[in-house]
């Protein structure tokens, strides 16, 4: 076995047990790094307070109250949205009583289970039902408790960045020290810039969404155009889940085929403007790895800290590109990572 075989096993035994220490270690890591991402993206905000003269706990403080004001709002607009939803309640349940009765009959014609065998399942699966209710309420806690841990965490890291940049930089050999710079400067930027992109990105897909869902009627048109934004963290599948359930509900609403075949025009439409133009001039290149390792990371990321790694698999499988574009050794893995060059022909 050549030295280059052995360096890779030992590379891959590394990631083995880096991504062990996250799954055992991810009540502490994962609220920490879900700050330290939106650390940096008020780090402009917060710098450019600075050069104004203004101290840097008053900057940092500025840049808190930002963030609380900005989930505070998005909260109040989903807030009066699911409050209208509630008022149509009743005919929901109505249309999804009369809805359910037909797939049973369905069932009946077609696969020959009767209405009571049906039934009887259903009440087999109530245990299960129930126990999932259960540890959804049971992980409520805990779902706050990291919550207020980001919220701080964020201001803390703001303050002390200097502090923490110049302690990772005394870890460092003297002769790479200005190497090393350079990437803690690119991994602070391509985490802001990939944010920044995600956000602008969000408010486009809002706007689209909200006038296209508004123009065909749909009920709850904000809310449904808020779902499908939000849901673009997760490349690929995001906006597809969202106005999957957007369908879903406008059908149990009582919504007609044309209405519904809007919805998807309107998805398709969103999705054409998204591709060719938002993404290219918003978002950019800021983040360059190929789609493989984009679904991987997103998987990984889910299996490790569930929804919250979906979230970050992103910006950290950017971050990690960028340390092993400046680590000899592991230029080969940031090259397998990134998009792929195409070869001019001879």
């Known amino acids: 076995m050549n030295t280059s075989s052995i360096s890779t096993i030992k590379f891959l ?4 047990l880096v991504c062990l220490g996250l799954f055992f270690a991810k009540d502490f890591l994962m609220p920490l790094t879900i700050g330290a991402v939106l650390a940096t993206l008020f780090l402009p905000v917060c710098k450019w307070l600075e050069k104004k003269s203004i101290p840097k706990g008053l900057a940092v403080i500025i840049c808190f109250l930002s963030l609380i004001l ?3 709002g998005i909260g109040f607009i989903i807030g009066l949205q699911l409050y209208g939803l509630t008022e149509d309640f009743d005919q929901i349940e109505k249309t999804f009583t009369k809805g359910f009765k037909r797939f049973q009959q369905y069932i009946v014609r077609y696969v020959g289970v009767t209405v009571k065998e049906q039934e009887e ?3 087999n699966q109530e245990p299960m ?3 999932l209710i259960k540890s959804m309420v049971g992980s409520l806690p805990k779902i706050i408790t990291n919550f207020i841990l980001i919220i701080i965490y964020v201001p803390f890291l703001l303050f002390y960045r200097n502090h923490i940049k110049t302690f990772i930089l005394k870890l460092a050999d003297p002769a790479h020290e200005t190497d090393m710079e350079n990437v803690i400067n690119r991994v602070a930027a391509v985490s802001q810039n990939y944010l920044v992109g995600l956000l602008k990105m969000i408010f486009c897909l809002w706007i689209m969404y909200g006038i296209g ?3 065909l009627g749909v009920e709850n048109a904000i809310l449904f155009a808020i779902l499908c934004g939000v849901l673009e963290i997760v490349p690929f599948i995001g906006n597809l889940t969202g106005t999957f359930i957007t369908v879903m509900v406008t059908a149990v609403q009582g919504g007609s085929m044309m209405l519904i075949f809007g919805i998807v025009l309107v998805y398709g439409i969103v999705q054409m403007i998204q591709g060719w133009l938002l993404e290219p001039f918003i978002v950019g290149s ?3 790895i190929n789609p493989l390792f984009t679904i991987l ?3 990984i990321g889910s299996l490790l800290w569930g929804i919250p790694g979906i979230f970050l698999a992103i910006p950290l499988m950017a971050m990690f590109k960028i340390v092993c574009d400046h680590v000899e050794p592991l230029k080969p893995y940031g090259f397998l990572i990134g998009e792929t ?3 001019e022909k001879k």
């Open 129 to 131: 039902i129930y126990d």
């Open 341 to 343: 060059v195409k070869e």
């Open 213 to 215: 869902f508004s123009l």
């Open 13 to 16: 035994v590394i990631i083995f």
């Open 297 to 299: 990371a997103l998987l």
């Open 286 to 288: 800021q983040v360059k």
């Open 70 to 72: 900005l989930i505070a």
């Open 121 to 123: 399942l259903m009440h």
